[in-house]
């Protein structure tokens, strides 16, 4: 009887809670559209936090971008703030009257930063060792990760976007590239396509022109689209709106290692190194002493984390996440072995406890991922318990400021200036933010925020997230006075 007395107190002042914090939203839900599905907590930063705000605070959402904190937070703890990813050529041969006699081992790291500038210095340095010729084949080193470069829930028809680039071993130049698109002059004209010739890709269309307001049926549902064929072929399709001036689009590269083997080759071209044996992608490391030739070093991972974090960088993230898991586990990274050494480091390092969190990638991109407010307020006030050392607040967009949050309409306002340090994320019908707002007296409060199921009906040319706008303005303006 008295268990049962136990269950039913502890019952009613949950129930209580929960009605009370909703009370204290109660202001700002009927902002949102209808559906919209909401989690919020909100706690002072100290050694024992007061709850200000928890609402469905244990409930699991898809946490998009701001999973960042996550990848960041570990890969502070078991990479260290100077970790660099470095490219290094090296060879099993020798160099014999100015000839490579022997192979050219180039490994690769996935250093999400690496550029064709810096592939160009490398052979600088090859050159300047008195090597003309290669005898000998070219071999790329992607032993660093193995398994699928993409990752589960990713959304297949984004594939193609470069925010959706997948980080592989084989990266230069983010692995991107710029399609022009000039409209017809008439109606129902062919646009016309262009790309650089810096891109090693082939790019055709059959892209129609359509009039700027069209109303025709066949029209409303002629969406550009394109299509990824065998060794960089791309392929447009679907219309464009008549306009006088070129539009530009910024797309993914979907073979990596031919991409990255064309530049070489380019560019052994233009240093005028001979070469005329294979190109050969090895995905098991290379075991016997290798001469090292040349080294390409990144920036320090704190570095690499301010723009993954300012600029909510997908392809730095997910770099990052998969060689927790090659460094962890001393192995090839893969998603899982990530989402496992994640885990573990953060328990033993920051007694953070994920459980069941879902950890399919580092970047957030995918829709499989699922996380509670709870679990990631764990990881916001180890950051702030330990800021001294991690320096990871500040390199969090800023409201007003800098990255994601310096024109977020919500916090335009001169009150919210560099008051608010977070995390932004977005996917499609969520919108959600994680991090800090600073007090006067240089203290702070933590806050989670998912939003999700969000479907708004814009009136005249409102922006889609108006109402996000109006609920995040009305709802952070009683903190930033506390």
């Not at 022997?102 to 550029?115: A, E, R, V, W, Y």
């Not at 916001?380 to 330990?386: E, G, K």
Request: glycine share 6%.
């Amino acid at each position: 009887m008295r268990r049962v007395l136990i269950m039913l107190m502890m019952y009613f002042i949950a129930t209580y809670s929960f009605a009370d914090d909703k009370a204290k939203l109660a202001p700002y839900l009927p902002l949102l559209p209808k559906g919209t599905d909401i989690s919020i907590l909100v706690q002072s930063v100290e050694k024992n936090p007061t709850t200000i705000i928890a609402y469905q605070n244990h409930q699991f959402m898809q946490p998009a971008s701001v999973q960042k904190l996550i990848t960041a937070l570990t890969a502070q703890l078991s990479l260290g703030k100077d970790f660099r990813f470095i490219t290094r050529m090296q060879t099993d041969g020798k160099i014999i009257n100015r000839q490579l006699k022997g192979n050219l081992i180039i490994q690769m790291s996935g250093d999400p930063t690496f550029t064709r500038t810096q592939l160009d210095e490398m052979l600088t340095v090859l050159k300047l060792k008195g090597i003309d010729k290669i005898n000998g084949n070219i071999i790329i080193d992607t032993s660093i990760f193995k398994g699928h470069d993409k990752a589960s829930g990713w959304s297949w028809n984004n594939l193609t976007a470069s925010y959706n680039t997948a980080p592989s071993a084989i990266i230069i130049d983010q692995n991107y590239f710029y399609a022009g698109i000039l409209p017809g002059k008439k109606v129902g004209d062919k646009a016309t396509t262009s790309v650089s010739s810096l891109y090693p890709i082939k790019l055709t269309s059959d892209v129609r022109t359509i009039a700027k307001n069209s109303q025709a049926f066949e029209d409303k549902y002629c969406e550009l689209d394109i299509i990824s064929l065998e060794k960089n072929h791309y392929h447009l399709t679907g219309c464009i709106k008549q306009n006088k001036d070129k539009s530009y689009f910024k797309f993914a590269v979907m073979d990596n290692l031919d991409y990255f083997s064309r530049i070489l080759k380019s560019q052994l071209v233009t240093k005028k190194i001979q070469f005329t044996g294979k190109m050969i992608e090895t995905k098991k490391p290379i075991q016997k002493n290798l001469v090292p030739l040349a080294i390409n070093q990144s920036e320090p991972l704190s570095e690499l984390l301010t723009v993954m974090l300012k600029k909510s960088n997908n392809l730095i993230a997910d770099t990052i996440f998969r060689t927790i898991g090659a460094h962890y586990f001393k192995v090839p990274g893969t998603w899982k072995s990530a989402s496992d050494a994640t885990k573990a480091i953060l328990l033993s390092k920051a007694n953070i406890d994920l459980g069941n969190a879902v950890l399919n990638d580092g970047s957030g991109l995918s829709r499989l991922n699922l996380i509670d407010a709870d679990k990631l307020m764990s990881v916001l006030q180890f950051i702030a318990a330990n800021d001294e050392t991690l320096h990871l607040i500040e390199k969090l967009p800023i409201a007003g400021v800098d990255g994601t949050l310096q024109y977020r309409k919500s916090f335009t306002s001169s009150d919210f200036k560099s008051t608010i340090y977070a995390k932004t994320g977005y996917l499609e019908g969520n919108y959600n933010l994680a991090g800090f707002i600073k007090l006067k007296e240089n203290k702070y409060i933590a806050f989670v925020q998912f939003i999700t199921g969000y479907s708004y009906i814009k009136d005249n040319n409102e922006p889609n997230n108006t109402a996000i706008i109006n609920f995040e303005k009305a709802l952070y303006k009683n903190f930033i006075s506390r």
